[in-house]
Nanobody, 128 residues
Framework: QLQFVESGGGLVQPGGSLRLSCTADGFRVDSYSIGWFRQAPGKEREGVAC????????NYADSVKGRFTISRDNAKNTVYLQMNGLKPEDTAVYSC?????????????????????WGQGTQVTVSS
């Protein structure tokens, strides 16, 4: 079964930065648009950022615009989420999900859940 693998999570102080990575376990990511979603305790999963297959198009949740940047290096088979200016409310499990040869820019959770391949997630904790 196709699976994406996340890394880079951890504990960081407010105002700090982390870079998450999403790579593919045994297949190429360049045929997939990638979304980053997060789920905080007691809250619904929400879309954070997404990027299309060649990296020309991306979109962000309003809550992270100007602080987070999604990018991809298909030669390294990796998609990144650079997170700056982290806040306690960014604390969540962050998961990447891939859509094969498709792009759903407004990060509709139902669509990505139904058609996407999900990773296991990585914990991000923002706390002093």
């Amino acid at each position: 079964q196709l699976q994406f693998v996340e890394s880079g999570g951890g504990l960081v102080q407010p105002g700090g930065s982390l870079r998450l990575s999403c790579t593919a376990d045994g297949f190429r990511v360049d045929s997939y648009s990638i979304g980053w979603f997060r789920q905080a305790p007691g809250k619904e999963r929400e879309g954070v950022a997404c990027i299309n297959e060649n990296g020309e198009h991306s979109n962000y949740a309003d809550s992270v615009k100007g602080r987070f940047t999604i990018s991809r290096d298909n030669a390294k088979n990796t998609v990144y989420l650079q997170m700056n200016g982290l806040k306690p409310e960014d604390t969540a499990v962050y998961s990447c999900v891939g859509l094969y040869r498709a792009y759903q820019y407004n990060m509709n959770l139902q669509y990505w859940t139904k058609y996407g391949s999900w990773g296991q997630g990585t914990q991000v904790t923002v706390s002093s």
